[in-house]
């Protein structure tokens, strides 16, 4: 199905795209591989507070949603989103991806093993 998405929408997909590219990877990777996990926290921190609603760029799921939750889920699989200590800085994410867990379309990404 074809979407458009309001210039609003667009310009928040975009600045999710760059988050994901520029710092959750390279960030993330390093942190599963035994970086810095104080840095990927404070990431995690401040991508939460540019989550929009429900999903992280609009009220609706957007592909900023499918580009990001790979990355998401396996930092969760790893470290845990939204929980213990860091529950409160990391909420939105936390309900986010609780929400993304919900849709058959996103379970159904999801391979056995994990992605790495």
């Not at 499918?66 to 200590?85: L, N, S, V, Y």
């Not at 860091?86 to 379309?105: A, F, P, S």
Request: aromatic fraction near 10%.
């Amino acid at each position: 199905r074809s979407h458009s998405y309001s210039e609003e929408t667009l310009q928040k997909i975009s600045q999710w795209r760059d988050a994901i590219s520029n710092k959750l990877a390279p960030i993330g990777k390093k942190a599963v591989l035994g970086g810095s996990l104080p840095q990927l926290r404070s990431l995690l921190g401040e991508l939460n507070d540019m989550v929009e609603g429900p999903y992280l760029a609009a009220e609706e799921f957007t592909v900023a949603d499918c580009a990001a939750f790979p990355f998401f889920w396996r930092i969760d699989q790893e470290f845990g989103i939204g929980k213990g200590k860091h529950g409160k800085d990391e909420e939105k994410l936390r309900e986010w991806l609780d929400r993304c867990l919900q849709l058959d379309g996103v379970k159904k990404t999801i391979p056995r093993g994990g992605w790495w």
